[in-house]
């Protein structure tokens, strides 16, 4: 079984920076591609920002310039710096990790979903 945490949320002003992370543990043959994605209240989930396993990167227009994406293929953690932060950022941020199982199909995990508000 695949266990995907993430960490790093909380409350930060406008202007100010975050750095999330997102660890993936259990059995596994690899994690392909590894993604953020936010769901703000009334709307739907979207994906922020995501990076293949050789380290190729998309971000929404929204983040771009203001949010990196990282990862650490040697622990399976996925990181999503942002700065610049501003109200419209405000969601709970979700990890997800493509995985080839240990029967060598793929699956989606995803993790508990991590808060960040931007307010003054």
């Known amino acids: 079984q695949v266990q995907v945490v993430e960490s790093g949320g909380g409350l930060v002003q406008p202007g100010g920076s975050l750095r999330l992370s997102c660890a993936a543990s259990?059995?596994?043959?690899?994690?392909?591609?590894m993604g953020w994605y936010r769901q703000a209240p009334g709307k739907q989930r979207e994906l922020v920002a995501s990076?293949?396993?050789?380290?190729?990167?998309n971000y929404i227009d929204s983040v771009k310039g203001r949010f990196t994406i990282s990862r650490d293929n040697a622990k399976n953690t996925v990181y999503l710096q942002m700065s610049s932060l501003n109200v419209e950022d405000t969601a709970v941020y979700y990890c997800?990790?493509?995985?080839?199982?240990?029967?060598?199909?793929?699956?989606?995990?995803w993790g508990q979903g991590t808060q960040v508000t931007v307010s003054s």
């Open positions: 259990g059995s596994m043959i690899r994690i392909n591609t």
């Open positions: 990076i293949g396993r050789g380290g190729t990167t």
């Open positions: 997800n990790a493509d995985v080839l199982t240990m029967s060598w199909s793929r699956r989606d995990y």
